[in-house]
């Protein structure tokens, strides 16, 4: 099982990186509430969204960006 973060919406594509590279897959393989910055589980051909990791992830951004702007 891998994991990816889908980094944008391209037409009928969903462009999702793994590990520094990126692969498109169609929009309908996606779940239709997925946004961009969710993390995906990829079994084979199935994308399922990692809520946990994907709640994990927006907190330790808004994290950095409010160390970023205190000052």
Do not use: C, H, W
């Not at 997925?34 to 994907?54: C, F, H, M």
């Amino acid at each position: 099982m891998k994991r990816g973060i889908i980094d944008r919406f391209e037409g009928d594509l969903v462009v999702i990186e793994i590990n520094e590279e990126t692969i498109d897959v169609p929009r309908d393989n996606i779940p239709s509430d997925a946004r961009e910055g969710d993390v995906l589980t990829i079994n084979g051909n199935v994308y399922t969204i990692d809520k946990n990791e994907t709640n994990k992830r927006k907190r330790e951004i808004q994290e950095l960006m409010d160390k970023l702007f205190e000052s």
